[in-house]
């Protein structure tokens, strides 16, 4: 008989591998679009999975934020508990490094979107 689990969802999954390598850290910081509706139910997800809870000691005692520019677009409560600009040790940073590129690239997309293995 399969147990039953608190679902998990593909951001847990990627945290988790995200995280094997900084599991010693004492505070981690996760910047996510939508960290105010990822920390819902974070602990008991993680308690609750076979392979999640592992590092459940090291997703706790990351503080999550929501980057500047996503920031914007959420509610009032939102912006004072998840906003990166009162963060302590996060220095300057706006959070959205990694998608800054990405405009860029979208010009590709329409040559290589037949390339790929369901094409």
Not at 17 to 43: G, R, W
Not at 51 to 79: Q, R
């Amino acid at each position: 008989m399969l147990k039953s689990y608190v679902s998990f969802n593909l951001a847990d999954i990627g945290l988790f591998q995200a995280l094997k390598e900084y599991e010693d850290y004492p505070c981690l910081k996760l910047i996510y679009d939508v960290a105010c509706q990822f920390t819902i139910n974070k602990d008991k997800r993680w308690a609750n999975h076979p392979v999640l809870k592992t590092l459940l000691e090291t997703v706790k005692n990351c503080e999550c934020c929501v980057n500047k520019l996503h920031g914007k677009g959420h509610v009032d409560t939102c912006k004072y508990l998840y906003c990166i600009d009162i963060m302590e040790n996060v220095g300057s940073t706006h959070g959205e490094r990694i998608e800054s590129g990405w405009s860029r690239e979208n010009g590709a997309a329409r040559i290589t979107c037949e390339m790929t293995a369901g094409n």
